[in-house]
C-alpha cells in the first residue's frame, strides 16, 4: 500500500489517500467523508465532555466565572455584548448548524434522497423519533414546572452516535453509518426549527424583517451568479445579527444559509477550462496565472462542496467540542446523584431516549415499510435498524443547547446529567445488540445488517456481455467494474490488488472500461485503442496486462512490439492504432464513466454500486464479501 498518492482526474492532480477518486456528483463518497469527521472527532468531544466535569468539579467558581465573562464587538454606536458560552452556543454553533443545512442539502441533491420516493422514510422516522421522546418526557414530568424542558429530549447528536459505533461496533458495514447519519439530518433540522419557534424570547418585528430582506437578497444574488465569498459572508453576518436581535436563536441563521448551498458535479467543460488555466501557470508561472488556476479549480467544486470542505472540520474539531467544554460541567456529589436520579427531569430524559428514540425509530420504519407493502424498504437490516434507533439515544449537542434555554440552576443540571446517562446507557444497549447479530450464522447475520431493500445503482451503464471486456464467469454472483487508463500509475498500483483478490476468485467476473486521462497522460488513449486493436484478434486480456505491465512504454513503437511478442497480426495490428478503427469504442466507455459521475483513475463499481475504500487486497476482498452476502439475500 502507498500512503500517498496523486489522484489522476482530468486535467487535474492533487493529493489524496490511497482511495477511490470521486467527484461530488456522488454522495457516497463526500458522505462517507463526513461520516470520517463526524466519527474522528467524537473522541474530542468526549475528552472536552470530561474535562468539563473534571474542571467543574474541581472548581465549579472558576468554571462558572470562565464562561460568563463579557466579550464585545463594536462599531461605532452598534455592539454587541455576550458572556462567552453565549457566543459559543448562539454565535460559533451557528456554524456547526451551517454543516448541518449542507449536509441535508447535498442529501437531497445527490444522495438517496434524490429519489423523492425515499424522501419518506428518513422524514417520518426522525419526526417520529423526536415527537415519542417528547411524549414520554411530558408524560413523565406531568403536573411539574418542568414540562417546558420537553426540547431536551428529542435530537440525537450526530458525532456522538457516530463515534460511538465507530467505537464500539467497528466491522459494521458502511451502509448502518450511512442510514444513521440520514435519518438524522431531519432530527438536526426540526430540532433547530423547535429551538426558533419555541426557545426563542419575544420576537421583535423589525429585526426579524431585515433577517429576511438579508436572506432574499442572498436568494437573488445566488440566482444571479454572483460567486464573491466576501459578499456571502456579509449578508450572513447580518442575518445572524438581525436574528439575535429579533429574539430568536441566531444558530437558525446557520441552517438557512447551508440549505441554499446546491450540490452537483463539475461539468467536463469547467473541468477542462482548469485543467487549461493550470497548463498556463505551468508554462508562465506568474502569480496572475497562479491565482486564475486557483480560482478555476475552486470555482470546478460545487458552492456546497466548497462550504463543506472549509466549515466541517472547524466545527467539528473545535467548535462542538469548545461547546462541549463550556456546557458540560456540572458538579456530580453523592447528594446530588441520589436526588437527580430520583427527579422527573431526569428520569423523562432518560426513558424519552432509552426507550422512546429505539421504538419511534424501529417501529416507524416497520410501518412505512408495511403500509407501502415493501416498496419503502430502510437501505439496511432490520437489526442494523433496532441498533441505530437504541443509538440514537445519544444525545448532546441540541439537547443541552435547549436545556441552557429552558433550565437553570439545579434543574438545568439534572437535564445535562439524563442526556449524559442516557448516552451512556445507550451506548452499552447498542454494543450489547450488534454483540448478539455478530453471533449469529452468517445468512441471518448478512439480513440483518444489509437488509433487502432495492440498492440505488450508480454505474449508469449496465454490463453488456457482447460489448465488455469480461474476466471470470457469467453467473458469478459478483460482478466488479473497473474504470482504468493503462498510463496511470495507480492503476497499475492496484493490479496486483485486482489480480489476487478478483480474478482469483470463482465468484467473480471482472470488467475493464477505458477512461483514458488524455489531458495528462499523452499515451493513454493510443493505449486504449491498441487494447481494442488488440481484442478483435482475441488478444484483449494479454494486451491488458502487458501494457499495465510497462506503463513507461507506451510509444507507437512499444506497441508494435508487444503485438508481435502476443504473436499477433502486426500489419493489421499497427494499421488499426495508426486509423484510430477503435477510437469509437473507447469513446464509447469514455461517456459511460461521464455518465455514472467518473472523473479519475482507477474507479470500481462493485454490483452497479461505487467503491470508495482502498483498493489493496484486504479492502476489496471485504467490499466483494459484502457484495456477495447481500447478493445471496436478494435471491
Given at each position: 500500500?502507498?500512503?500517498?498518492?496523486?489522484?489522476?482526474?482530468?486535467?487535474?492532480?492533487?493529493?489524496?489517500?490511497?482511495?477511490?477518486?470521486?467527484?461530488?456528483?456522488?454522495?457516497?463518497?463526500?458522505?462517507?467523508?463526513?461520516?470520517?469527521?463526524?466519527?474522528?472527532?467524537?473522541?474530542?468531544?468526549?475528552?472536552?465532555?470530561?474535562?468539563?466535569?473534571?474542571?467543574?468539579?474541581?472548581?465549579?467558581?472558576?468554571?462558572?466565572?470562565?464562561?460568563?465573562?463579557?466579550?464585545?464587538?463594536?462599531?461605532?454606536?452598534?455592539?454587541?455584548?455576550?458572556?462567552?458560552?453565549?457566543?459559543?452556543?448562539?454565535?460559533?454553533?451557528?456554524?456547526?448548524?451551517?454543516?448541518?443545512?449542507?449536509?441535508?442539502?447535498?442529501?437531497?441533491?445527490?444522495?438517496?434522497?434524490?429519489?423523492?420516493?425515499?424522501?419518506?422514510?428518513?422524514?417520518?422516522?426522525?419526526?417520529?423519533?423526536?415527537?415519542?421522546?417528547?411524549?414520554?418526557?411530558?408524560?413523565?414530568?406531568?403536573?411539574?414546572?418542568?414540562?417546558?424542558?420537553?426540547?431536551?429530549?428529542?435530537?440525537?447528536?450526530?458525532?456522538?452516535?457516530?463515534?460511538?459505533?465507530?467505537?464500539?461496533?467497528?466491522?459494521?458495514?458502511?451502509?448502518?453509518?450511512?442510514?444513521?447519519?440520514?435519518?438524522?439530518?431531519?432530527?438536526?433540522?426540526?430540532?433547530?426549527?423547535?429551538?426558533?419557534?419555541?426557545?426563542?424570547?419575544?420576537?421583535?418585528?423589525?429585526?426579524?424583517?431585515?433577517?429576511?430582506?438579508?436572506?432574499?437578497?442572498?436568494?437573488?444574488?445566488?440566482?444571479?451568479?454572483?460567486?464573491?465569498?466576501?459578499?456571502?459572508?456579509?449578508?450572513?453576518?447580518?442575518?445572524?445579527?438581525?436574528?439575535?436581535?429579533?429574539?430568536?436563536?441566531?444558530?437558525?441563521?446557520?441552517?438557512?444559509?447551508?440549505?441554499?448551498?446546491?450540490?452537483?458535479?463539475?461539468?467536463?467543460?469547467?473541468?477542462?477550462?482548469?485543467?487549461?488555466?493550470?497548463?498556463?501557470?505551468?508554462?508562465?508561472?506568474?502569480?496572475?496565472?497562479?491565482?486564475?488556476?486557483?480560482?478555476?479549480?475552486?470555482?470546478?467544486?460545487?458552492?456546497?462542496?466548497?462550504?463543506?470542505?472549509?466549515?466541517?472540520?472547524?466545527?467539528?474539531?473545535?467548535?462542538?467540542?469548545?461547546?462541549?467544554?463550556?456546557?458540560?460541567?456540572?458538579?456530580?456529589?453523592?447528594?446530588?446523584?441520589?436526588?437527580?436520579?430520583?427527579?422527573?427531569?431526569?428520569?423523562?430524559?432518560?426513558?424519552?431516549?432509552?426507550?422512546?428514540?429505539?421504538?419511534?425509530?424501529?417501529?416507524?420504519?416497520?410501518?412505512?415499510?408495511?403500509?407501502?407493502?415493501?416498496?419503502?424498504?430502510?437501505?439496511?437490516?432490520?437489526?442494523?435498524?433496532?441498533?441505530?434507533?437504541?443509538?440514537?439515544?445519544?444525545?448532546?449537542?441540541?439537547?443541552?443547547?435547549?436545556?441552557?434555554?429552558?433550565?437553570?440552576?439545579?434543574?438545568?443540571?439534572?437535564?445535562?446529567?439524563?442526556?449524559?446517562?442516557?448516552?451512556?446507557?445507550?451506548?452499552?444497549?447498542?454494543?450489547?445488540?450488534?454483540?448478539?447479530?455478530?453471533?449469529?450464522?452468517?445468512?441471518?447475520?448478512?439480513?440483518?445488517?444489509?437488509?433487502?431493500?432495492?440498492?440505488?445503482?450508480?454505474?449508469?451503464?449496465?454490463?453488456?456481455?457482447?460489448?465488455?471486456?469480461?474476466?471470470?464467469?457469467?453467473?458469478?454472483?459478483?460482478?466488479?467494474?473497473?474504470?482504468?487508463?493503462?498510463?496511470?500509475?495507480?492503476?497499475?498500483?492496484?493490479?496486483?490488488?485486482?489480480?489476487?483478490?478478483?480474478?482469483?476468485?470463482?465468484?467473480?467476473?471482472?470488467?475493464?472500461?477505458?477512461?483514458?486521462?488524455?489531458?495528462?497522460?499523452?499515451?493513454?488513449?493510443?493505449?486504449?485503442?491498441?487494447?481494442?486493436?488488440?481484442?478483435?484478434?482475441?488478444?484483449?486480456?494479454?494486451?491488458?496486462?502487458?501494457?499495465?505491465?510497462?506503463?513507461?512504454?507506451?510509444?507507437?513503437?512499444?506497441l508494435v512490439q508487444y503485438a508481435k511478442e502476443l504473436g499477433l497480426d502486426t500489419e493489421q495490428f499497427h494499421a488499426d492504432v495508426k486509423h484510430h478503427v477503435y477510437s469509437a469504442r473507447v469513446a464509447q466507455d469514455v461517456d459511460s464513466a461521464d455518465l455514472s459521475g467518473v472523473s479519475g483513475t482507477p474507479t470500481f463499481f462493485i454490483n452497479g454500486q461505487r467503491h470508495y475504500g482502498r483498493y489493496d487486497k484486504e479492502t476489496l476482498l471485504n467490499a466483494i464479501k459484502v457484495a456477495r452476502a447481500r447478493a445471496k439475500i436478494s435471491r
Amino acid at each position: 500500500m502507498v500512503p500517498f498518492m496523486i489522484r489522476e482526474s482530468r486535467g487535474v492532480s492533487e493529493p489524496v489517500t490511497e482511495r477511490t477518486p470521486w467527484t461530488t456528483r456522488d454522495v457516497t463518497a463526500p458522505l462517507r467523508a463526513f461520516l470520517r469527521t463526524e466519527s474522528g472527532s467524537a473522541g474530542i468531544l468526549v475528552a472536552a465532555i470530561i474535562a468539563a466535569l473534571i474542571w467543574a468539579n474541581i472548581g465549579v467558581s472558576s468554571y462558572e466565572s470562565v464562561w460568563h465573562t463579557e466579550f464585545s464587538i463594536r462599531l461605532g454606536a452598534w455592539g454587541v455584548t455576550r458572556d462567552l458560552r453565549t457566543w459559543i452556543n448562539s454565535g460559533l454553533m451557528a456554524f456547526f448548524f451551517l454543516v448541518v443545512g449542507l449536509e441535508a442539502r447535498r442529501e437531497f441533491d445527490l444522495g438517496d434522497l434524490r429519489d423523492r420516493r425515499r424522501l419518506l422514510l428518513p422524514i417520518a422516522t426522525g419526526f417520529v423519533a423526536m415527537v415519542i421522546p417528547v411524549g414520554i418526557y411530558l408524560a413523565v414530568n406531568a403536573g411539574h414546572d418542568s414540562l417546558e424542558g420537553w426540547g431536551v429530549a428529542m435530537s440525537t447528536d450526530t458525532a456522538l452516535a457516530l463515534g460511538a459505533l465507530s467505537l464500539l461496533a467497528r466491522r459494521l458495514p458502511e451502509r448502518v453509518r450511512v442510514f444513521l447519519l440520514t435519518m438524522f439530518v431531519v432530527d438536526d433540522i426540526v430540532a433547530l426549527l423547535v429551538i426558533a419557534f419555541f426557545y426563542s424570547e419575544s420576537i421583535k418585528a423589525m429585526p426579524l424583517l431585515t433577517a429576511v430582506v438579508a436572506f432574499a437578497v442572498l436568494l437573488l444574488i445566488k440566482r444571479a451568479g454572483v460567486d464573491q465569498p466576501i459578499v456571502y459572508a456579509l449578508l450572513g453576518v447580518t442575518i445572524w445579527a438581525a436574528l439575535l436581535g429579533s429574539g430568536i436563536d441566531p444558530i437558525v441563521a446557520g441552517l438557512s444559509i447551508g440549505l441554499t448551498a446546491t450540490a452537483y458535479s463539475p461539468s467536463r467543460e469547467t473541468l477542462e477550462e482548469a485543467t487549461g488555466l493550470v497548463r498556463l501557470f505551468r508554462e508562465q508561472p506568474t502569480p496572475e496565472l497562479a491565482r486564475s488556476a486557483a480560482l478555476g479549480l475552486t470555482s470546478a467544486l460545487s458552492p456546497n462542496a466548497r462550504l463543506q470542505r472549509f466549515y466541517h472540520p472547524w466545527t467539528s474539531y473545535v467548535v462542538v467540542p469548545l461547546f462541549g467544554l463550556a456546557n458540560a460541567g456540572i458538579v456530580l456529589t453523592g447528594g446530588f446523584l441520589r436526588h437527580a436520579y430520583t427527579q422527573p427531569i431526569t428520569l423523562g430524559v432518560i426513558a424519552a431516549y432509552v426507550i422512546g428514540k429505539p421504538v419511534a425509530i424501529f417501529g416507524t420504519t416497520w410501518l412505512v415499510a408495511r403500509l407501502s407493502r415493501g416498496r419503502l424498504l430502510p437501505p439496511v437490516g432490520w437489526g442494523a435498524v433496532f441498533g441505530s434507533g437504541i443509538i440514537g439515544g445519544v444525545g448532546f449537542t441540541v439537547s443541552f443547547l435547549i436545556a441552557t434555554l429552558a433550565f437553570s440552576g439545579s434543574d438545568l443540571a439534572e437535564a445535562k446529567l439524563g442526556v449524559l446517562t442516557a448516552g451512556l446507557l445507550a451506548s452499552g444497549l447498542m454494543w450489547a445488540v450488534f454483540r448478539v447479530i455478530a453471533r449469529l450464522p452468517a445468512r441471518r447475520r448478512a439480513a440483518a445488517l444489509l437488509g433487502t431493500a432495492e440498492q440505488l445503482v450508480d454505474l449508469v451503464l449496465p454490463v453488456d456481455e457482447e460489448r465488455d471486456h469480461i474476466r471470470g464467469p457469467a453467473d458469478a454472483s459478483v460482478t466488479v467494474v473497473e474504470y482504468g487508463d493503462f498510463e496511470c500509475p495507480y492503476c497499475g498500483k492496484a493490479e496486483p490488488s485486482v489480480r489476487a483478490s478478483l480474478i482469483s476468485d470463482a465468484d467473480v467476473r471482472f470488467v475493464w472500461r477505458h477512461l483514458p486521462l488524455t489531458d495528462v497522460h499523452q499515451h493513454a488513449q493510443m493505449a486504449a485503442e491498441a487494447a481494442e486493436a488488440a481484442a478483435a484478434q482475441g488478444a484483449f486480456w494479454v494486451m491488458h496486462d502487458q501494457l499495465l505491465a510497462h506503463q513507461d512504454d507506451l510509444t507507437g513503437q512499444d506497441l508494435v512490439q508487444y503485438a508481435k511478442e502476443l504473436g499477433l497480426d502486426t500489419e493489421q495490428f499497427h494499421a488499426d492504432v495508426k486509423h484510430h478503427v477503435y477510437s469509437a469504442r473507447v469513446a464509447q466507455d469514455v461517456d459511460s464513466a461521464d455518465l455514472s459521475g467518473v472523473s479519475g483513475t482507477p474507479t470500481f463499481f462493485i454490483n452497479g454500486q461505487r467503491h470508495y475504500g482502498r483498493y489493496d487486497k484486504e479492502t476489496l476482498l471485504n467490499a466483494i464479501k459484502v457484495a456477495r452476502a447481500r447478493a445471496k439475500i436478494s435471491r
